[in-house]
């Protein structure tokens, strides 16, 4: 069954833990697509809500140690129970304390996918940062990724392993969150598909067909988002399967 459809049918719950900045973003662009966002965070719950949804969405973007604790409890609950997991490594070479949580989530939970920009992957395969701040920098796509996570990297072309995803607009690199976004749709795509690369794959051509079409009228950063998120919502799912129809 074509994906897209199946989202706008189950409407799956997906489950993040992410960022403070880009909270309202992500649940938006997710419900755009016809998904049901649940933002929880607390150590307390994230098992019991995990247990409730079709994927689990870790971004450690605004990061403090109990999200490092809520991650970690409820990654190790989807991994029980077969829930797909998506980890953003946000800045994980800029600071050691985000390069010890990350260490710790990819030692105690198993990710389907791992998505993230060039300096956030590189780091993660070469152990070298080429970021600023928490931001990407100029350093080749990481060719020799050594984890069994499928790797997600965004940038101008994103990369789904070694397949190659063109497109968008450059204003969605002048907004905040849209690699959040990102990966939340990858959450998203993998509610209804088990084959990691195929949902990825799905949700990174979906973000760039939308791009275009908010940049189509966008006039600048602040009318893109609002355009952004109604693209998302018109898309239908034949239009996103001629899209990736050459690439899987």
């Not at 994230?46 to 409820?74: C, F, K, R, Y």
């Not at 350093?139 to 990369?159: H, I, K, N, R």
């Not at 275009?212 to 018109?234: R, T």
């Amino acid at each position: 069954m074509v994906l897209l459809r199946k989202i706008k049918e189950q409407a799956p719950l997906i489950h993040h833990i992410t960022n403070q900045v880009v909270i309202n973003f992500v649940a938006n662009g997710t419900l755009a697509v016809g998904g049901s966002p649940v933002m929880s965070h607390h150590a307390e719950e994230v098992e019991e809500m995990v247990s409730h949804a079709q994927a689990l969405v870790i971004n450690i973007g605004t990061l403090d140690p109990d999200l490092v604790e809520a991650a970690a409890l409820a990654g190790k609950k989807a991994n029980q129970l077969n829930i797909p997991v998506v980890l953003d490594p946000v800045g994980v070479g800029a600071t050691a304390f985000r390069r010890r949580a990350v260490t710790r989530l990819m030692d105690e939970v198993s990710f389907a996918v791992i998505c993230g920009n060039r300096a956030e992957l590189s780091f993660l395969a070469k152990g070298n940062w080429e970021g600023k701040g928490v931001d990407a920098g100029s350093s080749p796509a990481p060719v020799d990724w050594p984890f069994e996570a499928v790797m997600a990297l965004t940038g101008e072309t994103d990369y789904v392993n070694h397949v190659a995803i063109t497109g968008g607009h450059p204003l969605l690199a002048r907004v905040t969150g849209t690699g959040c976004l990102a990966t939340s749709l990858i959450g998203l795509f993998l509610a209804v598909e088990q084959d990691a690369q195929k949902a990825a794959v799905h949700a990174l051509s979906m973000l760039k067909l939308a791009g275009e079409m908010a940049g189509a009228k966008a006039s600048g950063p602040g009318s893109f988002v609002p355009a952004l998120l109604d693209a998302l919502y018109h898309i239908t799912p034949e239009q996103l399967e001629k899209r990736v129809a050459s690439l899987l």
